[in-house]
């Protein structure tokens, strides 16, 4: 199984930015498609993006809408979330994700996570 670990959560205001990252490591074969996911505080967790590694074809929710964009550096084993423009409502924990199977923006589909990193957005 791969281990994921996130960072770059925090506490920005309405308008700002901010980039999370996700460390794949051990036995990353296993981590073909590999997603960012969230959950506001009493709500099912979300789908947000997701890719396959070794390859540039993102998937994005439609809620996304050009808001964040997912990328990757296979060198660092590493994914990343570009979220701009953040709204109160983008307020949640991130979770990265990963499958050996193809990429979908369903958690269920999913048998790997990080820990999450919480993102505060004020008005």
């Known amino acids: 199984q791969v281990h994921l670990v996130e960072s770059g959560g925090g506490s920005v205001q309405a308008g700002g930015s901010l980039r999370l990252s996700c460390v794949a490591s051990?036995?990353?074969?296993?981590?073909?498609?590999m997603g960012w996911f969230r959950q506001v505080q009493g709500k099912a967790r979300e789908g947000i993006a997701a890719?396959?590694?070794?390859?540039?074809?993102?998937t994005y929710a439609k809620f996304v809408k050009g808001q964040f964009t997912i990328s990757q550096d296979n060198a660092k084993n590493t994914i990343y979330l570009q979220m701009d423009n953040l709204k109160p409502e983008d307020t949640a924990v991130y979770y990265c994700?990963?499958?050996?199977?193809?990429?979908?923006?369903?958690?269920?589909?999913?048998?790997?996570w990080g820990q999450g990193t919480q993102v505060t957005v004020s008005s």
């Open positions: 890719i396959y590694r070794r390859e540039d074809n993102p």
């Open positions: 051990g036995n990353t074969d296993t981590a073909k498609c």
């Open positions: 994700a990963a499958r050996p199977g193809f990429c979908t923006l369903l958690d269920l589909t999913f048998d790997s």
